[in-house]
Nanobody, 124 residues
């Protein structure tokens, strides 16, 4: 089992940047595929990014491609989401999630563990 805690959210103006971090407990962090999701008020939770266990491959939702970058440091049990050129429509609660299987997934139902989330608000 793994516990996840996100940090790094906040209020930023459009065009600005934020870096989210997600720290995992446990000694098997490198065995998990990690994902980032977000949920805006009144909307369903949506996929943002995913990164494979070793960090060699990353996947992004179309709205964030070219602006967001996922990375991980398995020695620190941490996954990151660098968010640049932020837009008001990026405003949401951002969640990190861990998946035990080898393959990545865009579906939140495929992920086994979730953090409590961190709020990101982008003002226009």
């Amino acid at each position: 089992q793994v516990q996840l805690v996100e940090s790094g959210g906040g209020l930023v103006q459009a065009g600005g940047s934020l870096r989210l971090s997600c720290v995992a407990s446990g000694r098997t962090f490198s065995s998990y595929v990690m994902g980032w999701f977000r949920q805006a008020p009144g909307k369903e939770r949506e996929f943002v990014a995913a990164i494979t266990r070793g960090g060699a491959n990353t996947y992004y939702a179309d709205p964030v491609k070219g602006r967001f970058t996922a990375s991980r440091d398995n020695a620190k049990n941490t996954v990151y989401l660098q968010m640049n050129s932020l837009k008001p429509e990026d405003t949401a609660v951002y969640y990190c999630a861990a998946k035990q299987a080898i393959s990545t997934s865009l579906s939140p139902t495929r992920y086994d563990y979730w953090g409590p989330g961190t709020q990101v608000t982008v003002s226009s």
